[in-house]
């Protein structure tokens, strides 16, 4: 019984670094031909962290190796969801540093103050769901909640980036 639950977990963990892969290099093909990431390889990246660190957290749960103590767990989720924000950052970082600005100006161009958005964006996202995660008990409500946080990311992702309730001051262009 173990050993099928074992095998679905895997299962999960490499369809969820599929996942990342795709939507990695879905942004590199899209930088690349149309000099725009898109927000269809962010969705795919984020979504793939996302479940892979569902799929950790159950884990841990379910293995009586992760339950020594409570500060090592929660140091375990927050190691991961900062590896997570930081290979999220180093996407764009690499896009930045290979195509850059391009020749006439079309291409990969964020500042500083681009990657400091997204990666405040993507730890916020990352603590919201840490936090849902220890306080409700139910899997389906912090699923559910999870993915309620997940779309707002992405809503204010697509907002800042191009605008689309035309708020003034912080829509994109």
Do not use: H
Request: charged share 10%.
């Amino acid at each position: 019984m173990t050993n099928s639950v074992n095998q679905k977990q895997n299962a999960f963990k490499v369809a969820s670094i599929t996942t990342i892969v795709v939507g990695i290099v879905l942004l590199v093909y899209m930088v690349m031909m149309e000099s725009e990431p898109g927000i269809l390889p962010i969705i795919l990246m984020t979504l793939g962290t996302i479940s892979y660190i569902f799929v950790e957290v159950k884990t841990n749960k379910a293995s009586n190796k992760y339950l020594r103590g409570i500060s090592n767990k929660m140091n375990k989720r927050l190691f991961i969801i900062l590896m997570g924000v930081t290979i999220l950052l180093i996407v764009p970082l690499v896009l930045q540093i290979t195509i850059g600005t391009g020749v006439d100006g079309q291409g990969f161009n964020w500042k500083l103050n681009d990657f400091l958005i997204f990666g405040f964006l993507l730890f916020s996202t990352g603590l919201l769901c840490e936090f849902v995660l220890r306080k409700v008990t139910s899997f389906k409500k912090s699923i559910l909640l999870c993915g309620v946080i997940l779309l707002l990311l992405l809503l204010i992702w697509a907002e800042l980036a191009v605008g689309i309730f035309n708020i003034s001051g912080f829509s994109g262009s």
